[in-house]
């Protein structure tokens, strides 16, 4: 078993969760990463990167909606690889339709993704955490969490429910020892699709009005590093000139 502490990112896609999974990497934590199987080659990319860049890493192709594959997750991670400090549920599920154009499948497929498998995450964190009386759980929240926009009803739906199992979360589980929070990202993060659709991209991007998974990572990072006098729950991040 792994002598370091080990962090566990749930949906550790090219921009946000690589950009946390490297600075908990940095900090020195054992991270465990995990997508959906099919993207399992760009997931050990990640991994080798962090491991290139003298951190410890595992890719873990795994369907964060399946129930027993992930409570086999966190089962393998505890008995193998070392105790989970912290948990982060970085699953976006960002897809925009119409009201009229909002199939039950689409609503129920983004449900799953963005609401379900968080309260699975937060369920088997809990579980191994509570006993050690210590731990952090971060939920990655967007602008949906808060306000429901055009077109957005079903991603809208999903996000305030993952808002509310960490509401639930934090207060049972901070007596317990556990900090739970809940981060919302706001704004356009420079990634490739932003990039190729966000009006007037690179004129942001100079202008520092973009975010950074480098600096969304930080803000993760920091968040974990709170002392028990003052937790947060709850975290807007956004680029300086971001409206809202």
Not at 52 to 71: F, L
Not at 155 to 181: D, M, T, Y
Not at 214 to 230: L, M, R
């Amino acid at each position: 078993m792994s002598a370091k502490k080990t962090c566990l990112v749930i949906g550790a896609g090219d921009a946000t969760g690589a950009g946390i999974a490297k600075r908990f990497a940095k900090g020195g934590y054992y991270v465990c990463l995990t997508r959906r199987p099919r993207h399992l080659d760009k997931l050990q990319a990640l991994a080798d990167e962090i491991i290139a860049d003298g951190g410890t890493a595992s890719a873990h192709g795994v369907d964060a909606r399946e129930e027993e594959a992930m409570v086999a997750l966190f089962d393998a991670i505890e008995r193998d690889i070392g105790p989970l400090e912290v948990v982060v549920f970085n699953i976006g599920a960002n897809v925009a339709f119409p009201i009229r154009d909002t199939t039950a499948r689409v609503f129920t497929k983004v449900w799953e993704m963005a609401c379900f498998a968080g309260f699975i995450a937060g369920r088997e964190a809990a579980r191994v955490m509570v006993p050690r009386g210590q731990g952090t759980i971060l939920f990655t929240g967007a602008t949906a969490s808060v306000r429901g926009g055009a077109g957005f009803a079903a991603f809208a739906a999903a996000k305030h429910g993952l808002r509310a199992v960490a509401q639930s979360c934090a207060r049972e589980l901070a007596p317990e020892g556990i900090h739970v929070a809940h981060l919302v990202i706001d704004g356009p993060i420079n990634t490739e699709w932003t990039s190729q659709n966000v009006p007037n991209f690179k004129a942001r991007l100079a202008d520092d009005n973009v975010l950074q998974p480098a600096s969304i990572g930080e803000t993760y990072w920091q968040v974990h590093q709170q002392t028990k006098d003052a937790w947060t729950f709850e975290l807007d991040a956004r680029p300086w000139k971001e409206q809202w």
